[in-house]
């Protein structure tokens, strides 16, 4: 399996601009997690989704932020409109919840390093 | 709020030696915890997860230990290598939702 994919893994904005990030998981995979990385406060979860349905959206900054999950293979998180202050890498993840709240490995993509100047 | 820290923020070590790295969580109700590897400009690997009711977890090299009442995790990496150098994370996730808080982390150097 190629993995989780993320694109693009690098994108330079300026203020004010919409930017999407997109994600596909793991095939077969029936939980999506995005996460975002910065220096001063280290990985925080955003929003994640089990079945394409969202479940808990409480990380999700403010309303500049929205994420959705058309279908079981693609998900995208958009910021509209970006600020300087939302630079950071921003991960998705995926894993397969079998029998919750059984844990379960979550797998990490590569990042999209975000840079609004 | 359950907060995690890792000390130390950074560890440089002689290629060999044993070592260790501490985590520690505030809200000891915690469903299991896990510890990631995460190497520069990529994404995070995961080494170990504990269940609440475990008290370690061995794979290879490593072995992570779980103390709950005390709100504390220890990995430790047997005989480390220069391959063993990246950022060593922990993250605990609450009984019934799969939300993971992440430490800060731990970089690791590991010197020939």
């Known amino acids: 399996d190629a993995g989780v994919i993320q694109s693009p893994r690098h994108e330079v904005t300026e203020m004010g601009q919409e930017v999407t990030l997109r994600c596909k998981p793991i095939s077969g995979h029936n939980s999506l997690f995005w996460y975002r990385q910065t220096m001063m406060r280290g990985l925080e979860l955003l929003i994640y989704?089990?079945?394409?349905?969202?479940?808990?959206d409480s990380g999700m900054p403010e309303d500049r932020f929205s994420a959705k999950m058309p279908n079981a293979s693609f998900s995208t998180l958009k910021i509209q409109p970006s600020e300087p202050r939302d630079s950071a890498v921003y991960f998705c993840?995926?894993?397969?919840?079998?029998?919750?709240?059984?844990?379960?490995?979550?797998?990490f993509g590569p990042g999209t390093r975000l840079t609004v100047t | 709020k359950q907060e995690v820290t890792q000390i130390p923020a950074a560890l440089s070590v002689p290629e060999g030696e044993n070592l260790v790295l501490n985590c520690s969580f505030t809200d000891s109700a915690i469903y299991n915890l896990q510890w990631f590897r995460q190497d520069p400009g990529k994404g995070l690997t995961s080494l170990l997860l504990i269940q609440s009711s475990q008290r370690e977890q061995t794979s290879g090299r490593l072995n992570a230990s779980l103390d709950k009442s005390s709100g504390r995790s220890t990995l430790y990496i047997a005989a480390s290598q220069p391959g063993d150098s990246a950022t060593y994370l922990c993250a605990v996730s609450k009984g019934g939702s799969e939300k993971l808080v992440f430490g800060k982390g731990t970089k690791l150097t590991v010197n020939p």
């Open positions: 989704f089990n079945n394409n349905v969202p479940i808990d």
């Open positions: 993840a995926s894993g397969l919840s079998v029998l919750a709240p059984e844990p379960y490995e979550q797998y």
